[in-house]
């Protein structure tokens, strides 16, 4: 008997996701919670919120599910994991109290000194007033940021004293996060280039995945506002074989002992945000889940079955296991609604990607798409994840951004410089 495997969310990540265990020879039947239309190419997509805990629990049980693969980072921080868990249930992706070194940066700064594991000097607040006294003590550029989550908006990197001002008013005041801003971590801005590292783990045990990057910022160049993700590629040139010995050594397994001697075993994937600044590395953030759009990119290079290192990282025993991965890189192009990550417009619908599918070396990720009267419209901020394999990173882009060119939508935006920082030193 194959495996029944429950995917919980419905973005593009879980798309890759989907498209990868569905792939997978030792699964019977694959569903998605909620999923989306691309999703449900692969699996049976049920009806159920990823933050519905009650119904997704009932659904695991019910479906006598072998494994839930948990995508976004809310339902984990709110503890769905160990509702599964106490269910008798198999589950990838952690605990609430291992989650927390997303969903609290306040805890994850602490733990972080506590084991000496090197990030920007910090202090946490509950008062404003508190926060804009050491903030005008500071100076600027100074970083400010709700502790709690606030889907990638939390971190406010300010450059003058009013903007972090202002920052403070919005994260504590004005409550533009919500609970996330009761407590905010102010912390040193710093520079460098950043680096996103994964890796599996089961609380005992990490295995890498291979590296990756994204590009934050909407605007080319990487530049205006911060969003969930404009595009992603894999590997990441600065990642060299040193650099990823280092973030293993100093950062990946440092933080995977201090969770388990604190008991909060870590199982899932971990993720690091880093900033290297010539031999200075330093931690910028941790989630408690795969990258999005890194993802992409990411399980378009996986040769190996995706499935067995899920169940291992949810099991224990990843000890000793090795992943395959395709040598060529990918770059994911993220098409988005215009006006995003600000206010944008819904259903427009959306032609050219059946002609984008049929691509050679193309994947077309669905992020926010649904069916209206049986057409496809855009359906959220991050529309698609379209991803090029190639023989090199010009390659994987050229092919890539042939296929975002094949689709359309009303007031479409997307980046057209993704991976310029791989393109310069493959240049080289
Ligand atoms: P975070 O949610 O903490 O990863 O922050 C989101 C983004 O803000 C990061 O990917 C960086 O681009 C930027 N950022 C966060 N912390 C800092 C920092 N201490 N110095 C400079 N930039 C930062
Ligand atoms: N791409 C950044 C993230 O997933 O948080």
């Not at 070194?101 to 805890?107: C, P, T, V």
């Not at 506002?225 to 894999?234: C, E, F, I, L, R």
């Not at 002992?257 to 690091?272: D, S, T, W």
Request: aromatic letters at 6%; glycine letters at 10%.
């Amino acid at each position: 008997m194959g495996l029944k495997i429950l995917l919980v969310g419905g973005g593009g990540r879980e798309h890759a996701l989907a498209w990868k265990i569905a792939q997978s020879p030792l699964v019977e039947k694959l569903y998605c919670a909620p999923g989306n239309p691309g999703i449900a190419r692969h699996a049976e997509c049920v009806n159920i919120g990823a933050g519905d805990l009650v119904a997704l629990e009932v659904l695991a049980v019910e479906k006598r599910i072998d494994l839930t693969v948990v995508g976004p980072e809310a339902p984990l921080v709110a503890g769905l994991a160990d509702n599964l868990r106490a269910a008798g249930q198999a589950v990838f992706g952690p605990s609430a109290s291992a989650a927390a070194i997303e969903g609290s940066k306040a805890f994850m700064k602490d733990l972080l000194r506590r084991h000496n594991i090197p990030s920007a000097h910090f202090q946490v607040f509950t008062q404003p007033k508190a926060a804009l006294e050491h903030i005008r003590k500071q100076g600027a550029p100074i970083v400010v940021k709700a502790s709690g989550l606030a889907s990638g908006k939390g971190a406010m990197v300010c450059h003058t004293l009013h903007e972090a001002e202002q920052a403070v008013h919005r994260a504590m005041v004005a409550r533009e996060f919500g609970n996330a801003g009761r407590e905010v971590v102010v912390e040193e801005f710093l520079t460098g280039e950043e680096i996103s590292f994964m890796a599996f783990a089961d609380g005992q045990h990490l295995l890498p995945l291979a590296s990756a990057q994204d590009h934050k910022a909407v605007g080319e160049g990487d530049t205006g506002p911060n969003t969930g993700g404009m595009g992603a590629y894999s590997p990441a040139p600065i990642c060299t074989p040193r650099i990823h010995d280092r973030i293993m050594a100093e950062v990946m397994e440092p933080v995977v002992r201090a969770m388990a001697e604190e008991g909060r075993p870590y199982r899932g994937v971990l993720y690091a945000g880093l900033m290297l600044d010539g031999d200075k590395l330093k931690v910028l953030e941790f989630n408690a889940r795969f990258g999005d759009p890194e993802t992409q990119p990411l399980l378009v290079r996986m040769y190996s079955d995706i499935v067995p290192f899920l169940l291992a990282a949810a099991k224990g025993t990843l000890a000793g296991m090795k992943i395959d991965w395709d040598p060529r890189p990918a770059v994911c192009v993220v098409m988005a609604a215009g006006g995003y990550p600000g206010s944008y417009a819904s259903d427009h619908p959306i032609t050219g990607i059946d002609a984008a599918d049929r691509c050679a070396d193309v994947q077309v990720f669905h992020a926010g798409t649904r069916l209206l009267d049986q057409r496809l419209v855009t359906h959220g901020g991050r529309v698609l994840g379209v991803t090029g394999l190639g023989a090199t990173v010009t390659q994987a882009r050229k092919t890539a951004y042939e296929a975002v060119d094949l689709i359309r939508w009303q007031d479409v935006y997307f980046r057209r410089d993704i991976a310029h920082r791989a393109l310069s030193r493959e240049a080289q």
